[in-house]
Structure formats: structure tokens, C-alpha cells
């Protein structure tokens, strides 16, 4: 094959096999809610001491009206029953797209464990509250960066985010920075939750919980 090499084609050629854990049906538990903390919380402890791990890194995939779908990397910042919450600029492409299309989808990968996770479900906003009390608990330069980038839009240059950050540093010294209008989260309530945990000769463990319209989750397992 000509053409470049992926990472993964070099890892085969090494001989770089998926291990030897499993996911199996007793072992997980029945609410999806309560397996995804256990393998976030392994991919938690998994992360390098160095650094740039990230477990709460997923990928958010969403599409505008005309169904032209879009993915990018958002940070995972709660979740509970009634859902998975990251924050965003309301009018960045990703934010036009939810209101037009209120649906997504969230992968998690955690490769050292050999493991993803993909949910899929409507999308709600966050209540102003909850963005509120988010919002304070960030440094203060996120919360001016947050002011100063029209997060999507074409911009002329690098200089044109620096001299807004600098011009609203100065009107808001000695003050509070405000939670803009045009920011705050969204909750993913996901209708369907698959596990994934890579496994020798490509046959990997895959389990899907999908809720019934009585509301129960039913786990099943997929062909790898
Ligand atoms: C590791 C990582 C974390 C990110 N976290 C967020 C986030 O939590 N919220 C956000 O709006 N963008 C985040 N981004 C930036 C997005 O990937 C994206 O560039 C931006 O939101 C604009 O996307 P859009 O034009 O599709 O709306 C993150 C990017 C990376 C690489």
C-alpha cells in the first residue's frame, strides 16, 4: 500500500496486541451511569503523572439543520442521571448546531486501558445557575478568553484576540468577569451508552445499555 502510515499500522507491525481484559455481562453493572464511573475513574488513575491525559476529553459530534455532521474535542465537566455536561460558546458552530438539531453524540477513548465509550441522546441546556457556578470556579483568564473570542467566527489575525483580552483586563479590573449571555453548557442525556474494551484477534467486548420507552435500561452485546 502506498501512502502514509498510520500509528495504528505501525503498532500492528510491531505486533502490538489488545489485552487479555474483558467486559462481560455479569460483571457490569446494570445502570450504564454507575459503569461509566468505574472506567472513568480507571481512566482517571490511568492518566500519565507527566500529564496530557485528559480522561474527560470527548468527542462531541453534532449536526446543523441540513444534517452536515461536525465533530470536535470538549471537555467533560459533570455528569449524573441527568446526563453529560461540558461548556461552550452558544454561538460557535457547535452551539448554532444544538439549537437547530438538538442531538449528539460523545466518544471517550482511553488508550492505555484499551477502552472507548459512545453515548448518544438529546441535548438540553444547562440551567443559568449551574453555568453561573461553573463559570466562577474558573480562572480568571478563561473567563476573559471566554469574552474575548467569537469563538468560529474568521478573525483577522492572533493580534485581534490579544487587544481584546488586553482592552477587557482593563475595563474589568478590580471587578468580577460576568458570565457572557453567550456561554454556558449543555447536557447530553444520553438514550444509548456502549462499552468498548479492545480484546485479542479484533473479537473486542462491546456492550450497549439502550433505553426503552418505559424508561429501563436493556445492556446488550454487539458484534466487534
Ligand atoms: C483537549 C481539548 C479540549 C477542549 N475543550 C473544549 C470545551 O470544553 N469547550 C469548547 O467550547 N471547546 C473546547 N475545545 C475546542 C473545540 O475542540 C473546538 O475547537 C471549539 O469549541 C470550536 O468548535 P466549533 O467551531 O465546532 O463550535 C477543546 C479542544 C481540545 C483539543
Redesign the pocket.
Known amino acids: 500500500m502506498t501512502g502514509y502510515q498510520t500509528s495504528a499500522q505501525a503498532a500492528t507491525r510491531r505486533g502490538a496486541e489488545y489485552g487479555t481484559r474483558g467486559l462481560d455481562e455479569a460483571e457490569a453493572h446494570a445502570d450504564p451511569l454507575r459503569q461509566f464511573a468505574a472506567w472513568f475513574e480507571d481512566a482517571v488513575a490511568a492518566e500519565p503523572a507527566g500529564g496530557g491525559g485528559?480522561a474527560n476529553?470527548m468527542t462531541?459530534a453534532?449536526a446543523d439543520a441540513n444534517a452536515r455532521p461536525?465533530?470536535?474535542?470538549?471537555?467533560?465537566?459533570g455528569y449524573d442521571e441527568r446526563g453529560f455536561v461540558?461548556?461552550?460558546?452558544h454561538e460557535?458552530?457547535?452551539?448554532?448546531?444544538l439549537v437547530a438539531n438538538p442531538l449528539a453524540a460523545l466518544v471517550f477513548h482511553w488508550p492505555l486501558l484499551q477502552r472507548q465509550v459512545r453515548l448518544a441522546g438529546r441535548v438540553t441546556e444547562v440551567a443559568r445557575e449551574e453555568s453561573e457556578e461553573y463559570w466562577r470556579s474558573r480562572p480568571r483568564g478563561s473567563q476573559l478568553g471566554a469574552w474575548a473570542s467569537e469563538?468560529?467566527s474568521v478573525i483577522q489575525g492572533r493580534a485581534v484576540l490579544d487587544e481584546r483580552l488586553d482592552a477587557l483586563s482593563k475595563a474589568h479590573e478590580d471587578r468580577e468577569v460576568p458570565l457572557p449571555s453567550f456561554w454556558g453548557g449543555w447536557r447530553v442525556v444520553p438514550q444509548e451508552i456502549e462499552f468498548w474494551q479492545g480484546r485479542p484477534n479484533r473479537l473486542h467486548d462491546r456492550l450497549r445499555y439502550r433505553l426503552t420507552r418505559e424508561d429501563r435500561w436493556v445492556m446488550e452485546r454487539l458484534a466487534p
Do not use: H, M, P
Not at 86 to 89: A, D, K, L, R, V
Open positions: 485528559e476529553a462531541l453534532t461536525s465533530a470536535r474535542i470538549v471537555l467533560l465537566r461540558f461548556f461552550t460558546n460557535s458552530n457547535k452551539g448554532r448546531d469563538q468560529s
